[in-house]
C-alpha cells in the first residue's frame, strides 16, 4: 500500500499529539512531510526526532538556528521554516495527500486555505475557521475539490450518522435536524453567582476532555458549542433551527442526527480524540485508534438537559451571529479570541467574555463581506473593538 502523506499543522497541540498518537500506530500507512508548532520548540524537536518530517514549522524565526542545529546533531536534515507564509508552503506541498488543520483560532485560516485550494483531504479540527470564514472556505472546498473531514467529536458523529452520500441537502436525506451534545463543562452545576470569581485553572480542568487552554475556556463558557453550531451550518447546510444543543454530561454520545420517520442514529464512543482523527485518516477505512472499548455498564447511567443561556450566554451569542449571517461570525469569533485571552493572562472576569462577545456584536454593524482580504480586515476591526471595550473596563 502507498503511504498517505500527511502534514500536521498545529502538531505540538492537543489534537496535534493525538494526531501523531494514530500515525505511530501505523507506520505502515501514514508518512509526516512536515510538523509545526508555535512556541513549544522541545515538543516540536522530539516529535521531529520521532517521525523525521521533510519539513518542521515554528512561529519565531529566532528559533530556526538552533532547532536546525539540534535536528542535524541528531543526524536529520529536516528543514526548519518559520512563519505563517511557511505554514501556507507545507500545506500545500504538491507531495502531501492529507492535512491536519490543527491549530487554534483564526491563525490557521490562511494554511487551511492554502490546502483546501491545492485540493487536499483536509482533517478539520481548527473550527473557528469555518466560524470566521465558512462562506469562502465552503465554496473553496468545491471549487477545488477539496476533501473535508470533520475531526470535531460532535461534526464526526454528525458525520458517521448522516448517509454516506450526504451532499448537503437535508430534506433529500430525510434529515429533520441534529442534536449536538455538550459535556456542559466543568461549571455545568456551578451557580451564577460562583461563575463570577472562577479562575483560569478551573476552567480548564475539563472534566472529560484534556484540551488545549483556549478551547478549555469555550468549553467552560459554551461559546465552544456556540462555534459548533455555526460548524455544523456549514459543514452540513443546516439552518440554525435544524440544530439542536443537549447538555450531555458523560460526553458518551457524542451527537446525533434525527430523520424525519423518528429515527434517531448517533455515534458513541469513549471520549478520546483519536476516535474521530482515526476515522478521518482512514476514512472510509476504519484502523486502530488505541481507545478502548465502551463499558456501557461501568458508565451505568447517559444523562440529559436543556442548555442554562442564563449562566451560559454565548450559546446564544453564537446563534445570534449565525442569524445575523455576514460578518457576525467573524467577529463573534475575533472578540471571543480576544476575551478568551484576556481571561487567561487574569485581566477579565469570567462572565465578563460574554459581555464583551455581546458590546462587540452590538458595536460592528452587520455588513457583507466579500472576500478574504474582507474577512481579515472584519477579524481585524472587530479585535480592536473588542481591545478596546476591554480597555474601558479595566480602566
Ligand atoms: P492547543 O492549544 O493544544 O494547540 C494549538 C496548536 O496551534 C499548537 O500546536 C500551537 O503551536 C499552534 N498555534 C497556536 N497559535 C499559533 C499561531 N499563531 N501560529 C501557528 N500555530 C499556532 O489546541 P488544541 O486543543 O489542540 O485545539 C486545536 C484546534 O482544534 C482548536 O481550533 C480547537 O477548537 C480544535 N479542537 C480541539 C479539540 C481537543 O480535544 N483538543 C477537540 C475539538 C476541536
Ligand atoms: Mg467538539
Known sequence: MKRQKLTVLGATGSIGVSTLDVVARHPDRYEVIALTGNSRVEVLLDQCLQHRPRYAVVGNADAVAGLTERLRSAGLNTEVLAGPAALEQVAALPEVDMVMAAIVGAAGLQPTLAAVR???????????????????????????????????????????????????????????????????????????????????????????????RKISVDSATLMNKGLEVIEAHWLFNLLPEQIEVVIHPQSVIHSLVQYVDGSVLAELGNPDMRTPIAYAMAWPERIAAGVLPLDLPAIARLSFEKPDLLRFPCL????????????????????????????????????????????????????PMADLTAILAEDANARAVATELLARKSA
Open 118 to 212: 491545492q485540493g487536499k483531504r483536509v482533517l478539520l479540527a481548527n473550527k473557528e475557521v469555518l466560524v470566521m470564514a465558512g462562506a469562502l472556505f465552503m465554496a473553496e472546498v468545491r471549487r477545488y475539490g477539496a476533501t473535508l473531514l470533520p475531526i470535531d467529536s460532535e461534526h464526526n458523529a454528525v458525520f458517521q450518522s448522516l448517509p454516506a452520500d450526504y451532499a448537503g441537502e437535508p430534506a433529500g436525506a430525510g434529515v429533520s435536524h441534529i442534536l449536538l451534545t455538550a459535556s456542559g463543562g466543568p461549571f455545568l452545576g456551578t451557580p451564577l453567582e460562583r461563575l463570577q470569581n472562577v479562575t483560569p485553572a478551573e476552567a480548564c480542568a475539563h472534566p472529560n476532555w484534556e484540551m488545549g
Open 316 to 367: 446564544a451569542l453564537a446563534f445570534r451571529a449565525l442569524r445575523d449571517g455576514a460578518n457576525a461570525a467573524t467577529v463573534l469569533n475575533a472578540a471571543n479570541e480576544v476575551a478568551v485571552a484576556a481571561f487567561l493572562a487574569g485581566h477579565l472576569p469570567f462572565l465578563a467574555i460574554a459581555e464583551i462577545i455581546a458590546a462587540t456584536l452590538d458595536a460592528v454593524p452587520v455588513r
